[in-house]
Structure formats: structure tokens, C-alpha cells
């Protein structure tokens, strides 16, 4: 069993809220939103980190990016706007060490982030 708890919700051990799923992409809400709409979406594939990802992932990548766009329209977040984020190490606040981005709406987004 593996212990990153992103590969377990892939592998449907740990219950999540699934909004969006294909073959190579899930997409779920954060179980601990910092705004009104906090989704997270990862490749299905154990990826630690922006920092591993190669000229491989191109088509992974570009794909992610569509569906956070289909996503954005979904929550009606295209309009007004929302913030991706992708946290990388200690310092960029990684937690979960599965590559996952961040789609964050629903509310006005400070600059610089804490
Ligand atoms: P990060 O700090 O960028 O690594 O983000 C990890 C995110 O995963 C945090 O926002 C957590 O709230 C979220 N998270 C951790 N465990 C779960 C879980 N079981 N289901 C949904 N979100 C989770
Ligand atoms: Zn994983």
C-alpha cells in the first residue's frame, strides 16, 4: 500500500470529494479550503514534484492546464478570475509530496502570498 496519501485516493483508499477524473488526471476538492472554491488536481502517476517533471510531461502538462481551464468555467471562476499554485519544497510550503496544482476562486486573492 502506498503511503503517499495522493496515490491512495487515486487508488480509492482514502475517501475524497472527486469532481473530475479521466485516465491520467484527478481532480478533488482540498480538505481544508482556503477559499470558497479550493480544488486540487494531480496526474494519476506518482510524481513528487514540479522539480521532476521533464520534457516528457508536455502532453500531461498542456492536458492539466485544459482541464483546469474547463474547471474554472465550471465554477464560474473565469469571469472574475482565480489563482493556480503549485507549492515545490520546505520553503514553497509543499505538504503533500505528489505533484499537485492548486485551483483557488471565489474570493479576492492577496499579492505577495504568504
Ligand atoms: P501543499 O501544501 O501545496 O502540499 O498542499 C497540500 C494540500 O492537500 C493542502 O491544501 C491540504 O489541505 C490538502 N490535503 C491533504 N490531505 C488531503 C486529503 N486527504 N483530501 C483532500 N485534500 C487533502
Ligand atoms: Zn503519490
Redesign the pocket.
Known amino acids: 500500500m502506498s503511503e503517499c496519501?495522493?496515490c491512495?485516493?487515486v487508488a480509492g483508499e482514502?475517501?475524497?470529494?472527486i469532481i473530475y477524473e479521466d485516465d491520467t488526471v484527478l481532480a478533488?476538492?482540498?480538505?481544508?479550503?482556503?477559499a470558497p472554491v479550493?480544488l486540487?488536481l494531480i496526474p494519476k502517476d506518482h510524481i513528487p514534484s514540479l522539480l521532476e517533471l521533464t520534457e516528457a510531461d508536455r502532453g500531461l502538462l498542456a492536458h492539466i492546464f485544459a482541464v483546469i481551464q474547463q474547471l474554472a468555467r465550471e465554477y464560474e471562476l473565469d469571469k472574475k478570475g482565480f489563482r493556480t499554485?503549485?507549492?515545490t519544497g520546505d520553503e514553497?510550503?509543499?505538504?503533500?509530496?505528489h505533484l499537485?496544482f492548486?485551483l483557488l476562486g471565489g474570493r479576492f486573492m492577496q499579492w505577495p502570498p504568504g
Open positions: 496519501v495522493f491512495r485516493i482514502i475517501p475524497s470529494d478533488f476538492k482540498d480538505i481544508n479550503p482556503q479550493h486540487l499554485v503549485i507549492n514553497g510550503g509543499q505538504t503533500v509530496h499537485h492548486h
